[in-house]
């Protein structure tokens, strides 16, 4: 497996620490969030870089983990611990490309043996916002030195920030840092502090100070330690710490703190931790502590420290403020703005603290009447609802022109200012006045009205419309096009659109808005209802839609509305190319179109006519399936007959443009055999309208033995329906051809010989030639031979049928005629078929003549499949059976004794000559010679 990528190297950092670059501390936040690189491969490798799978032997934190494990280590002395675990992390290190982040901490220690202030700051600004889950192998390492290092050169601001970072640690199990070292440390530091108060009780609330400072605003002092300690030492007396949470709250009696004497030394300590802690619990312990031991100093404090002090986010640091400014005569409200706090009492405008905000508002109305407009919008939007007020009593004070328009509209915004705003714009200035950008940062700025009120939005456009005027189409297409378009803003805007026309919108940014997801929607319906329409609806930009999937639905739609685009200005080579593609949707909206707008005249061109084109499309070989669909459909659409009785073209209301005359045999002929499915439907479709009118009886029985199922289908159903007046066409049964009906007898398919033996049966009048019978009898199928006998045998009986006059009966016995026609046939030896029949030209002929014994064979199994059936005709072919089996030929008189036996036992009746014997009965003939 490969190495991921990694945003940050360790060169990257190697490199930042070097330069002192401000990067150094993001970048090394990032990279402590970076998953380590896989085991043994480098953090950076090449682009050819093979992994190789990791050695057994291979160190890797895995097996650090394990080899320092308690369990591995049980039962080891302390020296033995101490040199497995020098050894294992040797090893680690020494190994080809260790985790990167093991060297973070060497890092760390050498920027603090660079001792200069651009190292002590990176790293004093690193520490404290290292993260809790970061603390791992190799960063603390650094960790832990750097406060041993600090330790030993008392260096306060350093032992401040490690103090605190040790004191907020999450302490837990499972942690590659154990929970014992964890707690070692914290109670280290601790012991350091107490230890200095106890040696130089001056200098504890300085290093104290140092450490509370870094405390966050939203920080939980229960898991805390070293907090807890310095300012209620007293009641932790006797505890341990264990990682369980303590009060984190402030002691009543400030005489809890640890060395509460040092604290009352000097004020200094608690005035710099008041001024820089950014914890309103440890400033309170500031306070607390300043207004009980130096009363007399805070009387006397400078104001340039109040002022900065003033400037803190904090509420409870502004109540200090105040009381001390309501305390000193010296802060009298008519002395700060020399003193210069001015700003800062200003600032508490925006403060948490009530009597804070009392104080500045009334320092504000009787020296600061003068604010600047800009300021006072701002107190609107953010100060409390008393600061609004006063803020709104200065603004009414003023002139329209005075504000101006920009702050009118921001006040406009604001929901306390929002009369007073609209009041003033009414006075002082016109709709014609605001420009689009003022337009938008109003229709932005708007906050979704309450329940019976009206937004910024709102009140801007009914100034509209009280002044009637029309807000420029312009200003609603900026502010949607604004990246800060809000959602409600956008659905204003959207609303208001609907009711302007299209020109006004603008083609080009309904074109554009399209494409925006967040309009699409709205402009889609738009346009479907014929927004744009004409010379304003862009047809080349609807042919550029049509290739896009997302959007070829809509394009079509607007393409296919005739009010909205003529058909002209479509065109008749972008549809025909349309027709072409492979895509359903395109290629269905081409062809509907097509049929219904355009007649066969306008396929015309230079060279060849209307309906020559038509059929070329339809029948030329290079024309891909959808067109010649298309063509086709479009060529019955137009036939007079044809056309009139399809579904599609009733639906499209399509009145035919062609006759007759534009649909000859010469262009029909080669389609019928054509290897398009579609051509050959096209073909049959017209052929039932136009067979009579071509006159050509052969192409029927042509048909009937195609190869192609539509074609044979279609000349099938004609010939059954021959000289049926309730059949239309109405063919006449002069179409009856004997010699295409006897070649129809011996067609490759099965459909097709029935069908010619159904005609020789409806007809055998005038097909009941003997001379053809007889080709019959030698046809390969068993079927024609079998139909052959039976017909022959019906004939016979018929003529000698009792209802038959006497004198209409032949002079010899009955059956007669046919028991010498199947003499002849058993014991001549007629020559091969081909050279006494005349085959059609595309009629394919046997590969080679039956032999005489083939066909002898085949004529005893129709003989025995009639006679098992049929007594009579039983008893007329046994003596025929009976004289030929003395045939000396091969295969011959056993096949006639076996149909003889077979023939006596479906009928007893019948006197059988067999020789004496037993004769197998079973004796299988074949059903086919192959």
């Known amino acids: 497996m490969m190495t991921a990528d990694r945003s940050i190297l360790f060169a990257d950092l190697e490199h930042a620490a070097a330069q002192r670059a401000p990067q150094f501390v993001p970048w090394t936040l990032e990279f402590l969030g970076q998953p380590d690189p896989p085991a043994g491969q480098p953090e950076d490798p090449p682009d050819d870089y093979q992994a190789q799978p990791l050695a057994p032997d291979a160190w890797s934190l895995d097996r650090l983990r394990q080899a320092l494990n308690p369990q591995a280590l049980a039962g080891k002395t302390a020296d033995e611990i101490k040199a497995a675990r020098l050894g294992a992390w040797a090893a680690l290190l020494a190994s080809p490309n260790p985790p990167p982040r093991l060297k973070l901490g060497q890092l760390l220690l050498d920027l603090y043996a660079a001792d200069d202030e651009?190292?002590?700051?990176l790293l004093l600004e690193l520490i404290p916002q290292l993260p809790a889950n970061a603390m791992g192998w190799g960063l603390w390492r650094g960790v832990k030195a750097l406060y041993k290092q600090a330790e030993q050169r008392h260096d306060m601001a350093m032992l401040g920030v490690l103090c605190y970072r040790l004191d907020v640690q999450p302490i837990v199990n499972g942690s590659e840092i154990s929970r014992g070292v964890w707690l070692y440390m914290r109670r280290r530091a601790w012991r350091y502090l107490r230890q200095l108060g106890m040696a130089l009780p001056e200098l504890f609330p300085v290093f104290a100070?140092?450490?509370?400072?870094?405390?966050?605003?939203?920080?939980?002092?229960r898991p805390c330690w070293i907090a807890n300690q310095i300012w209620c030492h007293q009641n932790l007396i006797g505890s341990t710490d264990q990682g369980m949470p303590h009060p984190g709250r402030l002691p009543d009696q400030l005489e809890q703190r640890a060395?509460?004497?040092?604290?009352?030394?000097?004020?200094?300590?608690?005035?710099?931790?008041?001024?820089?802690?950014q914890n309103a619990q440890v400033c309170d312990f500031a306070i607390r502590s300043l207004e009980q031991d130096f009363q007399d100093t805070l009387h006397h404090v400078e104001p340039a420290w109040l002022a900065r002090l003033g400037g803190k986010p904090l509420d409870i640091v502004h109540d200090f403020v105040i009381k001390l400014l309501r305390d000193n005569p010296e802060f009298h409200q008519s002395k700060l703005k020399a003193l210069g706090l001015h700003d800062m009492v200003l600032g508490l405008l925006y403060s948490g603290n009530g009597p804070a905000r009392r104080y500045a508002i009334d320092y504000a109305r009787a020296y600061a009447s003068d604010l600047a407009a800009a300021e006072l919008v701002k107190l609107m939007r953010e100060g409390a609802k008393e600061v609004q007020t006063f803020a709104v009593g200065l603004l009414e004070q003023r002139k329209p022109a005075e504000l101006g328009l920009p702050t009118l509209l921001q006040l406009l915004t604001l929901p306390a200012s929002a009369t007073l705003a609209k009041d003033k714009l009414r006075q002082g200035f016109q709709p014609q006045d605001i420009s689009a950008e003022l337009f938008i940062e109003v229709a932005l700025a708007s906050h979704p009205a309450r329940r019976g009120g009206h937004s910024a939005l709102d009140a801007l456009l009914e100034f509209y419309r009280d002044a009637k005027v029309t807000v420029p189409a312009a200003y609603y297409r900026q502010l949607l096009d604004d990246p800060r378009c809000t959602v409600m803003a956008r659905r204003q805007a959207l609303k208001a659109l609907e009711d302007y026309p299209g020109r006004e919108i603008g083609s080009d940014w309904l074109q554009q808005a399209l494409l925006n997801p967040q309009l699409s929607d709205a402009v889609t319906h738009w346009?479907?209802?014929g927004k744009l329409q004409g010379d304003d609806l862009d047809v080349e930009w609807l042919k550029g839609l049509a290739m896009r999937p997302a959007l070829r639905p809509l394009a079509l739609q607007l393409l296919g509305d005739t009010e909205l685009v003529a058909p002209s200005r479509i065109g008749l080579p972008w549809l025909l190319a349309m027709?072409?593609?492979a895509d359903p949707n395109l290629h269905d909206f081409?062809?509907?179109y097509l049929l219904a707008s355009f007649r066969p005249e306008d396929f015309a061109n230079s060279e060849h006519s209307g309906t020559e084109v038509l059929w070329e499309l339809a029948c030329g070989p290079a024309q891909p399936e959808p067109i010649r669909r298309f063509a086709a459909a479009f060529l019955k659409a137009h036939h007079p007959h044809v056309g009139p009785n399809d579904p599609e073209t009733r639906s499209l209301n399509i009145r035919p443009g062609l006759s007759s005359v534009d649909y000859p045999l010469s262009r029909l002929r080669p389609l019928f055999a054509d290897q398009r499915p579609e051509l050959r439907r096209l073909a049959v479709a017209i052929a039932r309208e136009e067979l009579r009118h071509w006159n050509e009886p052969v192409l029927l029985y042509r048909l009937a033995d195609s190869e192609?199922?539509?074609s044979r289908a279609f000349a099938i159903e004609q010939l059954l329906h021959?000289?049926?007046?309730?059949?239309?066409?109405?063919?006449?049964?002069?179409?009856l051809l004997p010699e295409r009906v006897f070649q129809l007898a011996d067609s490759r398919h099965k459909l097709t010989r029935e069908t010619a033996l159904t005609l020789i049966r409806r007809h055998h009048e005038q097909l009941g030639d003997p001379a053809r019978l007889a080709w019959l009898m030698e046809s390969p199928h068993r079927e024609v031979g079998l139909f052959t006998v039976r017909l022959l045998w019906e004939r016979q009986r018929r003529q000698f049928a009792p209802t038959t006059p006497a004198a209409e009966r032949p002079a010899s016995a009955p059956g007669e005629e046919l028991r010498q026609f199947l003499r002849k046939m058993l014991f001549g030896l007629p020559p091969g078929r081909m050279e006494r029949r005349e085959l059609d030209a595309t009629q394919a002929a046997p590969e080679r003549p039956w032999p005489a014994s083939v066909g002898k064979r085949r004529l005893i199994e129709a003989i025995k499949t009639l006679a098992l059936s049929d007594a009579g005709f039983a008893e007329l072919v046994t003596p025929v059976l009976a004289e030929f089996r003395h045939s000396r030929a091969k295969d011959e008189w056993q096949h006639c004794v076996a149909a003889l036996v077979q023939i006596r036992q479906a009928h007893p009746a019948i006197r059988v000559d067999l020789p004496m014997g037993q004769v197998d009965s079973r004796v299988k003939t074949p059903q086919a010679v192959k």
């Open 722 to 735: 021959l000289g049926e007046d309730a059949h239309e066409p109405t063919l006449p049964l002069e179409w």
């Open 527 to 529: 346009l479907r209802q």
């Open 590 to 592: 081409a062809h509907r």
């Open 209 to 221: 100070g140092q450490v509370l400072r870094h405390y966050p605003p939203q920080c939980n002092f």
């Open 708 to 710: 192609h199922r539509e």
């Open 579 to 581: 027709a072409r593609q």
């Open 118 to 121: 651009p190292a002590r700051a």
């Open 259 to 277: 060395f509460d004497a040092a604290w009352k030394l000097s004020p200094a300590p608690l005035l710099r931790l008041l001024e820089d802690a």
